[in-house]
Each structure stands twice: as structure tokens, then as C-alpha cells.
């Protein structure tokens, strides 16, 4: 019983580890990565010469918030991850 309890503990703090990672390298080229995505996607649907109209930016910005989440939930799980597995 005490390596499960191991176990979690070190997931709880491979996810904390992961939230600080996030913050210092995954939140601005997850912004980044979804605002330019967002681009391509308004370009599709509106024209290639995007106009900054208010339906663009809400599509940018919408693609940057997922992009962003995407980022951190990659960060979080994978070190959350991590740590379960050295746990055990």
C-alpha cells in the first residue's frame, strides 16, 4: 500500500513540476503556434488577404486559447506521467 501512496505523490508532484514548465516554455509558443493556426484558418475560410474584421480576431483568438490549453495539458500530463512511472 505505501508505493501506491508513493505513486501519488510523486504524480501530484510531477504535475506541479509540469504546471511551472508550462509557464516558463509552453505558454508562449503555445500562443504562438495557435495564434498562427488561427491565421490559417481565418485565411481559409475569409480570403487569403485577411482583413482585420471582428470575426478574424475572434477566430485567432479562439485558436490561440486551444492552442494554449493543448500546451499545458501536454505539459501537465506528460510530467504527470512521469512521475507515477519513477513512483512505481
Given at each position: ?6 505513486a501519488?505523490?510523486?504524480a ?14 509552453g505558454?508562449?509558443?503555445g500562443s ?6 488561427g491565421?490559417n ?33 501536454m ?10 512511472l519513477?513512483?512505481?
Amino acid at each position: 500500500m505505501k508505493s501506491k501512496e508513493y505513486a501519488k505523490k510523486l504524480a501530484y508532484m510531477g504535475a506541479g513540476c509540469g504546471v511551472v514548465l508550462f509557464a516558463i516554455f509552453g505558454l508562449l509558443p503555445g500562443s504562438f503556434l495557435g495564434g498562427v493556426m488561427g491565421l490559417n484558418v481565418a485565411g481559409t475560410i475569409l480570403g487569403t488577404p485577411v482583413i482585420s474584421g471582428m470575426l478574424t480576431r475572434i477566430i485567432v483568438a479562439a485558436s490561440m486559447i486551444v492552442g494554449v490549453m493543448v500546451s499545458g495539458v501536454m505539459f501537465v500530463t506528460a510530467s504527470s506521467t512521469t512521475g507515477w512511472l519513477i513512483g512505481t
